[in-house]
């Protein structure tokens, strides 16, 4: 991850050490016989985007976050329960739920407390990095996990993803640029989020979604991801074929997150 921004070196580095402390609480062992025990079944991220797509709907992946390193926080009034609740009243998709503390203030707890709130796939959102968090995440719940490509080569990308698979959950993959994109494809994925944020700089664009589009096969499932604020940016890009949004931010700031969603994608 030589070329990945200082940011996000700097969280990876972060957690890697905070993985090691969780490994001497509980082994990795442990912790992939509580993965591969889960009693709730995962719930089939993938197929519930797929279905949407397959009656020519927007897909949403609404996004519990209660904080960001640039923006600090970003909701205050913070209940998982409730917000999961919201979105799921209001035609969700699915949710996509943050539990790195350092950073986002977010927390494993809130991930199985949206989950069981209701019906919907959950996303584990994420610095994967280490085989434990993959196991990590199906233990707590999760149906779907995320790997980012900026911190990630493709041995890392191939060996997490078919682990995420072996215990049942789907996998995201996150790219921001077309070199990141040429790594994922030559895992031939089912589902590419495409961030929409520039990491160096933090400016969000539109345009990177769009001029990465040409590069996804027919078969993949597009998620544009970051900046999506009003209807006018939804027309704009399901038109020009995106699959669905994973959308947080703009959620996270309305009194009612639900109403929201129903306010950009109705």
Same mark, same amino acid.
């Given at each position: 991850?030589?070329?990945?921004?200082?940011?996000?070196?700097?969280?990876?580095?972060?957690?890697?050490?905070?993985?090691?402390?969780n490994?001497?609480?509980?082994?990795?062992?442990?912790?992939?016989?509580?993965?591969?025990?889960?009693?709730?079944?995962?719930?089939?991220?993938?197929?519930?985007?797929r279905?949407?797509?397959?009656?020519?709907?927007?897909? =949403?992946?609404?996004?519990?976050?209660?904080?960001?390193?640039?923006?600090?926080?970003?909701?205050?009034?913070?209940?998982p329960?409730?917000?999961?609740?919201?979105?799921?009243?209001?035609?969700?998709?699915?949710?996509?739920?943050?539990?790195?503390?350092?950073?986002?203030?977010?927390?494993?707890?809130?991930?199985?407390?949206?989950?069981?709130?209701?019906?919907?796939?959950?996303?584990?959102?994420?610095?994967? =990095?280490?085989?434990?968090?993959?196991?990590e995440?199906?233990?707590?719940?999760?149906?779907?996990?995320?790997?980012?490509?900026?911190?990630?080569?493709?041995?890392?990308l191939?060996?997490?993803?078919?682990?995420?698979?072996?215990?049942?959950?789907? =996998?995201?993959?996150?790219?921001?640029?077309?070199?990141?994109?040429?790594?994922?494809?030559?895992?031939?994925?089912?589902?590419?989020?495409?961030?929409?944020?520039?990491?160096?700089t933090?400016?969000v664009?539109?345009?990177?979604?769009?001029?990465?589009?040409?590069?996804?096969?027919?078969?993949?499932?597009?998620?544009?991801?970051?900046?999506?604020?009003?209807?006018?940016?939804?027309?704009?890009?399901?038109?020009?074929?995106?699959?669905?949004?994973?959308?947080?931010?703009?959620?996270?700031?309305?009194?009612d997150?639900?109403e929201?969603?129903?306010?950009?994608?109705?």
């Amino acid at each position: 991850m030589a070329d990945a921004p200082d940011v996000l070196k700097r969280i990876v580095a972060k957690k890697q050490q905070e993985i090691e402390v969780n490994k001497s609480l509980k082994s990795e062992a442990a912790v992939e016989r509580s993965a591969r025990e889960r009693l709730d079944p995962p719930r089939g991220f993938i197929d519930a985007i797929r279905k949407c797509a397959s009656s020519d709907q927007i897909s =949403v992946i609404a996004e519990i976050k209660k904080a960001s390193p640039s923006k600090g926080v970003i909701r205050e009034n913070f209940v998982p329960t409730e917000i999961a609740k919201s979105y799921a009243g209001a035609g969700a998709t699915c949710l996509s739920v943050l539990t790195d503390e350092l950073f986002f203030q977010g927390s494993n707890d809130y991930l199985q407390q949206a989950r069981d709130a209701c019906g919907l796939p959950v996303l584990r959102k994420d610095f994967t =990095v280490d085989t434990y968090q993959v196991y990590e995440a199906a233990s707590i719940g999760a149906d779907c996990i995320l790997l980012i490509a900026a911190i990630l080569d493709l041995h890392e990308l191939k060996s997490l993803s078919e682990l995420a698979r072996d215990v049942g959950m789907d =996998v995201l993959f996150e790219v921001h640029n077309q070199a990141e994109l040429d790594n994922v494809l030559a895992l031939k994925p089912s589902l590419i989020g495409i961030n929409n944020r520039n990491l160096h700089t933090f400016d969000v664009s539109l345009d990177t979604t769009l001029d990465l589009l040409g590069s996804v096969p027919d078969d993949a499932l597009i998620i544009s991801e970051s900046g999506i604020s009003s209807r006018e940016e939804v027309r704009r890009l399901s038109d020009a074929g995106v699959t669905g949004f994973l959308v947080g931010e703009s959620f996270m700031r309305e009194d009612d997150p639900g109403e929201k969603l129903r306010e950009l994608f109705s």
